[in-house]
């Protein structure tokens, strides 16, 4: 059985025909071209794969595509304005916070949803926030320190 949905992505109205048992996360990568989300355990357990759900952060491995309809969805590919980075990439870049890069999209996704919820996290409340993301590379503290100097950046 399939499903018919009208969603937003990244602004963006977008309908697509899923299977009824087919992820977001396949969806997003495999009917709808955007391959920023990285499938990396397909469980919920490491946060590759995290996008904003009607302004909620979600592992887009845990959702069905065919829950979308009239929901909006971000990736990581409607993060930039253009050709100008988002701060938070600006600065993950600027501060070594990445070298493989599968859990970079998951980490910045996350980020963004604290940031938004909360523009001047301490150190502790950026570790919560991301810790449902894993990286096997870079450790986390140059992530963390990339989350603080984009706060900082765009509080102003």
Known sequence: MSSHVKTTI?????????????????VLRNR???????EG??????GACSVILDGRLVCSCLVLGAEMNGKKV??????????VLHPLQQHFID????????????????????????PDPTE????????????RCTGYDKIVRAVQAAAKEMRG
């Open 41 to 46: 355990c397909g469980t919920g357990d490491c």
């Open 124 to 135: 502790e409340e950026i570790r919560f926030g991301l810790a449902g993301n894993l990286c």
């Open 95 to 118: 501060g070594a916070a990445l070298q493989c890069g599968i859990c970079t999209p998951g980490f910045l996704m996350a980020a963004q949803a604290l940031l938004r919820k909360n």
């Open 10 to 26: 990244n602004g963006d109205a977008v309908e697509f025909v899923c299977a009824n048992d087919e992820s977001l996360l396949d």
């Open 32 to 38: 709808i071209g955007l391959t920023g989300a990285k």
């Open 74 to 83: 971000e990736t990581i590919e409607g993060m930039a304005n253009g050709a």
